[in-house]
């Protein structure tokens, strides 16, 4: 593949990679994907004649089986690059709609920079010409247009590739533009919105709809905010008393943006999208609104996979993140645990893709009981506590683990609850990327007694260390220590002796520093190192350039603690560079090439949820994705580490 092509989804072929195509590529894997539009039948860059001129369409549909001609175009698409805006004259929604006249038995058209979506049908105007009605939904393959307009549970679509993510950024921007609300405000309103949505989906009849003429007449538009706003009040803030803390919170937004707003959600299911499809759009949403000043930078997801594939946690272990910021770290290694449990509950089914109502039943009720009892979070930022409480609502719940509180402070200041609930040396896997820098340094005596490496250490001429006592043979302090370095003790703390293990993002600062041998020693006599991964120094950019490296440690036993004290341990530890992380200082993804300079493709099987629209039930289906392949150390890195681990058996 030629440097600035990419493959066009329908055909195969190659056309140039710009916004605009971005765009179209989204789209086409919709048609297909969500619309189940067969692909033979989707034609892009399809040719017509408007009057004497001829024009090319982005996107033509047409019946299934029929040939391709603009007689037979039944719904037509037009995508432009973000910049184009609807009003355009010559690219914007008039545009479309001559296209559609110019197709006679053209019924439905779609026009979308990705920002900004529109969907019409075309109606006789009763005097011999056309017009054109804004509806909400272009109908799928064999829907009527009015069930389109009005989502059942059979009908709802899992989210793919991007268009979730737009999704979400239409209805941030449309917020955000017709409210008069802050970006921060907005956000939070849309979060209602996404979580009515969600608790809908539990229910036997959705609910969780606005129809045409309520998205277009203003008083009429009432009916579905009131609607939405019982349902956000009986399944909400009822059921999430820990994330609505107010018991009359209300849905802040007018009536026509509520109606808007849900006509861009209605139709997707968001408990059955893909982890990543789902992640990836609201970790940007959360991304560019709730960045604070505290050293909070989100873990890359493909460095958050590498990590937990390495760690590989177990159903019946108990997993915590004591610095969660908006949940992703966590729900990488929950979703890890669950992917555990469903297979091992699908290999005991007759029929391993659909299951029967009892089968169901105890994969659920087993997936809930590690919900429940095995995922924790703390974050001392209240904005990212609750942004983490919805995400793993969205992302299969367990928010009941999640708690505001000060991980480095004393455990007995700490809420009786989260106390009761993990102890110190009471976890058996820790993820953790917790906040660092000088420019937040914990500097509060009472917080730094509790720790060894808050001392000041005195090194030997041997080489070893000790902490520096006063007269009253009490440890003398540092004035201040980063948090990061606290934030070590206090995992290893919380981590069961022997067993307990943990994968943390570190500064390379902490594993270089001369001035910090005493941490690397401290370390050493308190944990087994199991691997170092050196990240690429833009692992955290377009934010950050901190060179940090990814390192697995294991507690050690009160006996190896003694050990490595007197005589040290001497084990094999595992070690990699990652010099590609697959995106650029930018954050754009960049690809695998080959030598002479053409991007690699890969073709992988994905498993993918999708509504059986006869039953409504879940069934998984494995389809095949050819794409390019991101050029990302970390899959390799953790596939090496467990060859490794096979060696030292």
């Known amino acids: 593949m030629p440097e600035g092509k990419r493959r066009d989804f329908l055909t195969g072929e190659l056309v140039k990679d710009t916004p605009e195509e971005y765009v179209r590529q989204n789209i086409e894997k919709a048609l297909v994907r969500q619309y189940k539009y067969a692909a033979v039948d989707c034609e892009p ?16 549909v047409f019946p299934a089986g029929e040939a391709h001609t603009q007689a037979n175009a039944r719904i037509l698409v037009e995508t432009k690059r973000p910049e184009v805006k609807a009003t355009s004259r010559t690219d914007g929604i008039g545009q479309l709609q001559s296209y559609m006249a110019a197709c006679l038995n053209a019924e439905y058209g779609m026009w979308t920079n990705g920002d900004d979506r529109f969907c ?31 989502p059942d549970r059979k009908s709802l679509v899992v989210g793919t590739a991007d268009n979730l993510l737009f999704a979400f950024r239409r209805c941030h921007n449309y917020i955000a533009a017709h409210e008069g609300k ?8 849309l979060l209602k919105l996404i979580f009515t949505k969600i608790e809908d989906e539990r229910s036997p009849k959705i609910n969780f709809y606005a129809t045409p003429s309520e998205r277009a007449n203003a008083t009429l538009a009432s009916s579905a905010k009131k609607r939405i706003e019982t349902l956000f009040k009986s399944k909400v803030v009822k059921k999430y008393p820990g994330i609505f803390e107010e018991r009359d919170e209300v849905i802040d937004l007018s009536p026509a943006v509520v109606a808007y707003v849900v006509t861009q959600l209605q139709n997707y299911s968001l408990l059955l999208s893909p982890v990543d499809v789902k992640g990836v759009a609201y970790e940007e949403i959360v991304g560019s609104n709730l960045r604070g000043d505290r050293g909070e930078f989100f873990t890359p997801r493909n460095a958050c996979r590498m990590a937990v594939a390495m760690l590989d946690p177990q159903p ?10 908006t ?17 091992e509950q699908r290999d ?52 009941g683990g999640l708690w505001q509180a000060n991980t480095l402070v004393n455990p007995h200041s700490w809420n009786p609850t989260l106390r009761q609930r993990i102890p110190l040396g009471s976890i058996d896997v820790i993820v953790s990327n917790p906040p660092f820098g000088a420019n937040i340094p914990i500097d509060d005596d009472e917080v730094l007694s509790q720790y060894d490496l808050a001392s000041v250490w005195d090194e030997a001429d ?42 943390m993002v570190i500064p390379n600062g902490i594993l270089n520093n001369p001035g910090l041998t005493y941490v690397r020693r401290w370390i050493l006599t308190r944990a087994q190192i199991l691997a170092v991964v050196d990240m690429d120094r833009d692992l955290f950019q377009p934010k950050n350039d901190t060179q940090t490296s990814m390192v697995l440690m294991r507690r050690l036993s009160a006996d190896e603690e003694a050990e490595a004290e007197t005589t040290g341990l001497d084990y094999p530890v595992f070690m990699a560079i990652a010099e590609k992380i697959g995106h650029d200082k930018r954050g754009n993804t960049i690809y695998r090439r ?21 039953t409504g039930a879940e069934v998984l289906q494995d389809i095949t994705v050819t794409e390019k392949d991101p050029d990302d150390d970390l899959p390799a890195v953790a596939l090496a580490y467990h060859e490794w681990l096979e060696k030292q058996q």
Not at 46 to 60: A, M, Q, Y
Not at 603 to 612: G, K, L, M, P, V
């Open 45 to 60: 860059e399809f040719t017509i004649k408007v009057g004497s001129s001829k024009k090319r369409v982005d996107i033509v």
């Open 462 to 503: 041997d080489g070893d260390f000790s902490m520096r006592l006063d007269k009253h043979q009490v440890p003398v302090l540092q004035k201040s220590q980063p948090p990061e370095i606290l934030f070590i003790e206090r995992c290893l703390q919380l981590l069961k002796p022997g067993t307990g293990r943990m994968a």
């Open 594 to 614: 080959t030598a002479d300079g053409e991007d690699v493709l890969i073709t992988r099987t994905e498993e993918i949820s999708e509504i059986d629209p006869g």
């Open 327 to 343: 949940g992703g770290f966590l729900i990488t290694a929950m979703n890890h645990a669950l992917a555990v449990i469903e297979r």
């Open 120 to 150: 019409y049908a075309k109606r006789p105007d009763g005097k011999g010409g056309w017009k054109f009605e804004e509806i909400i939904e272009i109908p799928a393959f064999g829907q009527t247009e009015e069930d389109a307009q009005r």
């Open 182 to 189: 802050q970006k921060t405000e907005a956000f939070w309103e």
């Open 348 to 399: 005991q089914w007759a029929d391993p893709s659909n299951g029967s109502d009892l089968e169901r039943q105890e994969l659920y009720k087993r997936r809930s009981d590690y919900l429940s009892q095995c995922v924790f979070g703390i974050d001392l930022n209240p904005a990212l506590v609750r942004a983490a409480k919805m995400n793993m609502v969205m992302n299969n719940d367990g928010s």
């Open 316 to 325: 019946d272990e108990r997993v915590l993140d004591p610095s969660c910021g």
